[in-house]
């Protein structure tokens, strides 16, 4: 396993992007989200990825975003910034120009809406890989792209010299194992999905990178750490009791299901940005119910 690969180990924690009230960004409770993190034994934080509502940031707020978390972090955890986009030279130019100081690497994922081909995607992620100063992570998330990148796909561009590895949503264990039964030495595989973190962790990935460890980021690792050591029994206890937490979290949606519980924790509003919709109270009420009934603190 390569350097960065070995330091982006364990749980990786995708970021909500608190709001004020009013829909501006709210930093304090950014702050508090950081810290939240780092007492919580999460591994690497992740900024601007769909769990922070990046499409609905502007530029300059993304940077904004970025820069704060780098100055709270300071240097505690690796950073990996999402950027993502669906026209080629246009992201080239972005990643090419994107002032990197502090970023362990770029989360970039397949291009959504315009569903390229198997060769398109490889063509699209090669050309990014050769103008990012950072390394790459690919993201394959076929829900929101509405395609999804094979084995196939992912196994040619893991020979690419500056992509690290593949964060996997596809939901699909069977592609997933395919991925790591083929990968060269060096590729890393993160799971995309908290409901799946603990059998790909066990199948030989990396870790996840996760929403609800946002809210619960020492349950998270335990059974990140567990799975990965083949403590099993431990693991499946741990999944278990985050199993209701995790089906809440995204039954309207991600992240209003995490901000619903970060409120609870008192970290942040349960804010979101149009189009989406905060929890609505049916929602609310079993979150807050979920929570007591869980025998893990959200740090330790």
Request: proline share 5%.
């Amino acid at each position: 396993m390569n350097q960065l690969a070995s330091t982006l180990r364990g749980l990786g924690v995708a970021l909500v992007t608190p709001f004020h009230s009013d829909g501006k960004v709210d930093f304090p409770a950014l702050q508090r989200l950081v810290e939240h993190q780092i007492k919580g034994s999460t591994d690497f934080l992740v900024v601007l990825g769909t769990t922070g509502e990046t499409p609905t940031l502007t530029v300059e707020e993304q940077r904004r975003i970025v820069d704060f978390v780098l100055e709270v972090n300071a240097n505690r955890l690796p950073v990996v910034v999402g950027v993502t986009g669906n026209a080629t030279d246009a992201l080239c130019e972005r990643i090419a120009s994107f002032d990197a100081t502090g970023v362990a690497a770029f989360l970039v994922a397949s291009p959504a809406y315009n569903k390229p081909s198997q060769q398109g995607i490889i063509c699209h992620f090669e050309r990014v890989a050769d103008a990012a100063p950072r390394p790459v992570m690919l993201y394959n998330v076929p829900a929101r792209t509405g395609s999804n990148m094979t084995a196939e796909t992912t196994l040619a561009l893991s020979k690419h010299s500056n992509i690290c590895g593949v964060k996997e949503a596809s939901g699909d264990l069977t592609q997933i194992g395919q991925i790591l039964a083929n990968r060269p030495e060096g590729f890393a595989v993160w799971s995309g999905d908290d409901a799946l973190a603990m059998s790909t962790v066990a199948m030989g990935a990396e870790g996840v990178i996760s929403v609800v460890g946002n809210a619960f980021p020492s349950a998270m690792s335990s059974m990140i750490q567990q799975a990965a050591f083949g403590q099993m029994h431990e693991a499946r206890a741990t999944h278990t009791s985050l199993t209701n937490l995790v089906k809440l979290a995204f039954e309207e949606g991600n992240p209003a299901g995490i901000k619903c519980a970060l409120n609870h924790l008192g970290i942040c509003t349960p804010k979101v940005r149009l189009p989406l919709m905060e929890a609505s109270k049916a929602l609310t009420d079993h979150m807050y119910a979920a929570i007591a009934a869980m025998d893990v603190p959200a740090t330790k």
